[in-house]
């Protein structure tokens, strides 16, 4: 069986799980020191915020400013990304864009675009103010859950090569249910006078049935898109942008030959009431990969 690097789908959540003790922050240093270990060549990340509007359903652009600035990360301690500086990747930008090209995909440059919170956060997570090369993918602004599967597969030879696909937005995301009165008030975004409501719990268990009960394949990518029709998806996701990235991460595992391998639920943990930020891992790192990189 081919090797492959595993994919991720990553709940990038607000800045403070960088500092709050939690299972998500633990995880998220296992994810990236794994990487590391294994001698990860880059990340192509897909984020939540990051959305390319107009008229074309087949449109998206790929991070290509040679010198980005980035959004600060106000929620947490300063010294948790002091001295962070973008590390674009555009080498492997030109490639991701030549590859969705040639598969139809209407995939251009962006030249000016600005790193924001929705991948720095993970990615500040897992490899701290020091990140390996990374191309960042946006979305198109219809949120069509098999179109963004597709921009999965199309990439997903690349994780022969040791990139690490990661899909950044949110296992529940409905700001329009969130509470902010002791994040303003303390700064405790996992502060609760009352559970979760019941269609968000709900829909909580759906996706990690979808995730762990299919793992990868084509079950995988199909039960995702299902999902959208779910009785109770509009009430977990106030909007699609934080769950179609769920959708590419699907598409990079979800081919025939990817059957058989687990995803799991590594990490969660409930952020202002309405936001369930889970952390998926779907495959795992080649043992022989780790020999190889011990041995530079």
């Not at 990553?10 to 990236?32: F, I, M, N, P």
């Not at 559970?195 to 268990?205: G, I, S, V």
């Amino acid at each position: 069986m081919t090797e492959l690097a595993p994919v991720l789908f990553l709940s990038h959540g607000t800045a403070a799980l960088l500092q709050e003790d939690s299972g998500v922050r633990d995880y998220w240093k296992k994810l990236g020191q794994d990487a590391l270990d294994h001698g990860v060549k880059g990340v192509i990340i897909m984020g939540a915020h990051w959305n390319t509007a107009g008229d074309d359903p087949l449109k998206v652009q790929i991070a290509m400013n040679p010198a980005p600035d980035f959004m600060p990360l106000v929620a947490s301690d300063p010294k948790l990304s002091a001295g962070f500086k973008p590390n674009p990747d555009l080498e492997t930008g030109q490639r991701v864009i030549d590859l969705l090209c040639n598969n139809g995909v209407h995939a251009e440059a962006d030249t000016k675009f600005n790193w924001m919170i929705d991948t720095q956060i993970a990615l500040v997570g897992m490899f701290g103010v020091k990140t390996p090369p990374i191309t960042i993918i946006s979305q198109n602004a219809y949120w069509d859950p098999f179109f963004h599967s597709r921009l999965g597969e199309i990439l997903r030879p690349l994780r022969k090569e040791g990139y690490l696909i990661i899909g950044s937005g949110g296992g529940t995301h409905n700001l329009y249910r969130t509470e902010w009165k002791y994040s303003l008030g303390w700064k405790d975004v996992f502060a609760m006078e009352s559970p979760p409501d019941d269609e968000t719990l709900e829909f909580r268990q759906s996706i990690e049935d979808v995730f762990c009960k299919n793992g990868a394949g084509p079950e995988l990518r199909r039960g995702l898109a299902r999902l959208m029709k779910h009785p109770y998806f509009r009430d977990a996701h106030g909007t699609d942008e934080h769950y179609v990235s769920a959708c590419f991460a699907a598409g990079a595992v979800g081919e025939l030959e990817d059957r058989g391998t687990n995803a799991v639920l590594g990490a969660e943990v409930w952020e202002l009431r309405s936001q369930c930020e889970q952390q998926y891992m779907i495959g795992q790192w080649p043992a022989s990969w780790k020999a190889v990189t011990a041995a530079r």
